[in-house]
């Protein structure tokens, strides 16, 4: 039986989907003492070329720059992060990963699969290939 509005329907299974993969990756950042915002803040610096400006992680992260200063507070504090003065300019400061940081973020990325392992678990190896090439298709091509 075909449902009245697919389109509604997978969306639908989309959220819970997304939903679940977010409490599971609460359950494990819990042990590392890592919200889900200051997770992605670390993931985001690590990505960088070079260290980030705060109002650079601000525009990344779409949020306003006052809630980056509140979690570079947070992971600075943990010693996972430290501002720098931006050479070129005395009144910008950089972001920057510290020893600890890394240490965190290689946690974070073990945390990280083994909640996506605890969602995809009913999928085998082959079936997972086929939902990642149906995401790809989903990605805007802009990127």
């Known amino acids: 039986?075909?449902?009245?509005d697919p389109t509604g329907q997978l969306a639908d299974q989309l959220?819970?989907?997304?939903?679940?993969?977010?409490r599971a990756q609460r359950r494990h950042l819990e042990p590392l003492g890592l919200t889900p915002?200051?997770?992605?803040l670390l993931r985001t610096v690590a990505h960088c070329p070079e260290a980030p400006r705060m109002a650079d992680l601000a525009?990344?992260?779409?949020v306003v720059p006052r809630a980056v200063t509140t979690l570079v507070d947070g992971l600075e504090a943990r010693g996972a992060v430290r501002r720098a003065p931006d050479p070129a300019s005395r009144r910008v400061v950089?972001?920057?990963?510290?020893d600890r940081g890394r240490e965190l973020l290689d946690?974070?990325?073990t945390a990280r699969r083994a909640s996506a392992e605890e969602l995809l678990a009913p999928l085998d190896q082959?079936?997972?290939?086929?939902?990642s090439t149906l995401l790809d298709l989903l990605e805007p091509r802009d990127r």
């Open 1 to 4: 039986m075909v449902p009245a």
């Open 15 to 22: 959220i819970g989907l997304t939903r679940r993969l977010h």
């Open 37 to 40: 915002a200051q997770a992605r």
């Open 59 to 62: 525009s990344k992260l779409d």
């Open 94 to 98: 950089r972001v920057e990963l510290t």
């Open 107 to 109: 946690r974070l990325r």
């Open 126 to 131: 082959r079936r997972r290939a086929e939902l």
